[in-house]
């Protein structure tokens, strides 16, 4: 079982906007604003898509946008275009001594 | 071009150990901790540790204390994770991945490798 929670699968159609959630605890996605998000395709290494909440790295579309409200993070996809369809994960900081916690994963759908 | 390149594929029986070595260039190596995530066949990520190239320090999640070891040498500008007493739990993709911000930790990576697939397996 992950330490972060997020739903297993979404989908939506060309176009439209979804958000993925990302639930915690204060001692991670609460109470620190290191919370990340990856983009990860098959056979691939995951991609850094959301730093610090809501930061976006250069290259990244601005398709995509990240916040946070109390202990649950968020990843919404506007646009959606059929090269988003990947499994994505939601990522924090923590104050146990694991230190990064990871979400379970969500497989996103392009309909 | 900013790069790290990972160590080919290994089989392990169990109790073995394994070495994962993870080269980077096209940036100053010394300026960015450099993180282990590893990912089971079908599952989510799993952070390891964490390595400061420039002077060595690590820190190891609780999970992997005792088994873990990552260590640099500056000279080839290459990391390594070592890990110990494998299990056929340990079989995955392990990454090695930069840390988004120089001289410092933010807790996200930038930049990942290709992944190394170790299998434990008798």
């Known amino acids: 079982q992950s330490a972060l929670t997020q739903p297993a699968s979404v989908s939506g159609s060309p176009g439209q906007s979804i958000t993925i959630s990302c639930t915690g605890t204060?001692?991670?996605?609460?109470?620190?604003?290191?919370v990340s998000w990856y983009q990860q395709h098959p056979g691939k290494a995951p991609k850094l898509m959301i730093y610090?909440?809501?930061n976006r790295p250069s290259g990244v579309s601005n398709r995509f946008s990240g916040s946070k409200s109390g202990n649950t993070a968020s990843l919404t996809i506007s646009g959606l275009q059929a090269e988003d369809e990947a499994d994505y994960y939601c990522s924090s900081y923590t104050s146990s001594s694991t230190y990064v916690v990871f979400g379970g994963g969500t497989k996103l759908t392009v309909l | 071009q900013v790069q790290l390149v990972q160590s080919g594929a290994e089989v392990k029986k169990p109790g073995a150990s394994v070495k994962v070595s993870c080269k980077a260039s096209?940036?100053?190596?010394?300026?960015?901790?450099m993180h282990w995530v590893r990912q089971a066949p079908g599952q989510g990520l799993e952070w390891m540790g964490i390595?400061?190239?420039?002077?060595?320090?690590?820190s190891y999640a609780q999970k992997f204390q005792g088994r873990v070891t990552m260590t640099r040498d500056t000279s080839t500008s290459t990391v390594y994770m070592e890990l110990s007493s494998l299990r056929s739990e340990d079989t995955a993709v392990y990454y090695c991945a930069r840390e988004g911000v120089v001289a410092t930790v933010a807790w996200y990576f930038d930049l990942w490798g290709r992944g190394t697939l170790v299998t434990v397996s008798s």
């Open positions: 390595i400061n190239p420039s002077g060595g320090s690590t």
């Open positions: 096209g940036y100053t190596f010394t300026s960015y901790y």
């Open positions: 204060s001692s991670d996605v609460g109470g620190y604003n290191y």
């Open positions: 610090d909440v809501s």
